[in-house]
């Protein structure tokens, strides 16, 4: 579907307020399609998951016309990436029970079953699928909600670079990961997917699939981005009113 003209001003004010605030907290981001430095850039890191698969060009047929990602710096030193990989299918659900989200250029003789949830059957989206992973911060820059704030950034970045229909992450099933996927990240909703075979761990997984839609997506930034404009201008009529003569 084609953004409107409205929709591609509202992604650049967002990137453009993202870019602001973190330029004020020291931090440089560098936008790429390069999968393979990705790949380079988190192998070399402390304290991470490493490399799935699913943005893995060794594993995937990765290119620039379906993959971006970012990297963080400050002071010259990298302090965050994240990564996301367009597919476009007509059923998402049976690109994860047949493996291929996860692997796409080998074409393996055996098969496991991923143990898809009942619900997860009736999950049903199609078109162009924004799939994230590989969000990394340095220990010494957590705390600051920097996850939520740079999933929110890529996602928006990827309607425009991909045109999006739909977002989606794997997280691993735990009420930590539930509360900070609908909390602090964002998301609409996040289902449960599979518990069985999960190939990017090469074991067995209880895994919930975090989605939003373009709309949404489009939405919640709109609706950012209206908060932010209309602090501002509270705190402009504050500093505007005249000081009360002090009582005698």
């Given at each position: 579907?084609?953004?409107?003209?409205?929709?591609?001003e509202l992604i650049q004010s967002y990137v453009e307020s993202v870019r602001t605030r973190a330029a004020a907290m020291g931090f440089s981001m560098t936008l790429s399609s390069d999968a393979n430095a990705f790949v380079d850039f988190l192998h070399a890191q402390e304290a991470t998951h490493g490399v799935?698969?699913?943005?893995?060009p060794s594993k995937c047929h990765i290119t620039p016309d379906n993959f971006a990602w970012f990297r963080v710096?400050?002071?010259?030193?990298g302090v965050a990436c994240h990564a996301i990989r367009m597919i476009e299918t007509d059923d998402f659900i049976e690109e994860v029970r047949t493996h291929r989200v996860f692997g796409d250029i080998e074409v393996p003789w055996d098969f496991e079953d991923v143990g898809l949830y009942p619900e997860a059957y009736d999950l049903r989206f199609a078109g162009r699928i924004g799939i994230g992973g590989g969000l990394w911060i340095?220990?010494?820059s957590r705390g600051r909600n920097l996850s939520a704030v740079f999933s929110k950034l890529l996602r928006i970045i990827g309607i425009r670079r991909f045109r999006l229909d739909h977002y989606v992450s794997f997280v691993l099933n735990t009420g930590k990961r539930q509360q900070w996927s609908l909390q602090s990240n964002g998301q609409a909703r996040i289902p449960p997917l599979l518990n069985g075979y999960y190939p990017p761990y090469g074991a067995n997984k209880d895994i919930l699939l975090t989605h939003c839609t373009r709309e949404e997506m489009l939405t919640q930034i709109r609706q950012e981005l209206a908060s932010?404009?209309?602090?501002?201008?509270?705190?402009?009529?504050e500093g505007d009113r005249p000081a009360m003569a002090e009582r005698a």
């Open positions: 579907m084609r953004l409107s003209d409205e929709e591609l799935s698969s699913i943005h893995d710096d400050r002071f010259g030193v340095h220990p010494n932010a404009e209309a602090a501002i201008s509270a705190s402009h009529t």
